[in-house]
């Protein structure tokens, strides 16, 4: 009887590394710039639901995400994850991105809306973690510090770094330094390496999903 073979670490970091570099040279890109203005989003969740300290995620298109969604083990849903900051009236992400999208390589901010551009993305989900109201004080308080401190995309995907960060690292650092739980969030073992996944910001004790959509439901 044939088993499923679970994919290595070192296999997925080799198309993630293999994906970067094509969109350096233009083969994996989205084309050329265009005005986002005109561009559409995925359909947005009302505003009154949303809270600071919200995690979003996203399925992002290209052979770059579709390496990144296959480090979460139990559900390849998402392959983007950020955390939603309130800008007077405007819902705002907060993201670690690199490549053509971001050609600084530090941490991002956009609205809501262009995070879930259509043309970048097919799918997306809002998650509420079980945070106090100190820790969500505590949340954005550290975010904006990070998004001043300024560090540069991971894409080593290294978890002991800090000058460094990849999407969900970002998010997992922040939320365990806001609530003071080291264990507040989980972790993926693969190959002796340990990650965070975007599932690992999800599906745990301390989280539900209060938003989905996806463009490819019928």
């Known amino acids: 009887m044939l088993r499923s073979i679970r994919p290595r670490f070192p296999d997925l970091l080799l198309l993630v590394l293999l994906g970067i570099s094509l969109v350096g040279v233009g083969f994996a890109g989205q084309g ?102 100190a820790d969500r004080v505590r949340l954005k308080r550290i975010v904006e510090s990070m998004l001043e401190a300024g560090p540069y995309f991971d894409s080593d995907f290294d978890l002991a770094s800090d000058d460094r960060l990849y999407c969900t690292e970002f998010v997992y650092k922040a939320v365990l330094a806001a609530t003071r739980d080291r264990k507040f969030l989980p972790l ?21 999903i209060i938003y989905s959509y996806s463009s490819n439901r019928k």
């Open 188 to 208: 993926t073992r693969l190959s002796g390496r340990e990650y965070v996944a975007c599932d690992n910001l999800y599906l745990n004790e301390h989280a539900r």
């Open 32 to 133: 050329p710039a265009r005005d986002r203005t005109s561009l559409s989003h995925l359909s947005l969740p009302d505003h009154e639901l949303l809270r600071e300290g919200d995690v979003v995620l996203r399925r992002g298109k290209g052979i770059i995400s579709e390496s990144l969604r296959h480090f979460s083990l139990q559900d390849p849903s998402y392959s983007h994850a950020g955390i939603l900051v309130r800008e007077q009236d405007r819902w705002m992400v907060v993201h670690a991105i690199g490549g053509e999208d971001n050609p600084t390589d530090k941490l991002k901010k956009e609205s809501l809306a262009a995070f879930c551009r259509s043309d970048l993305s097919s799918a997306m989900g809002i998650i509420r973690l079980d945070l106090t109201p």
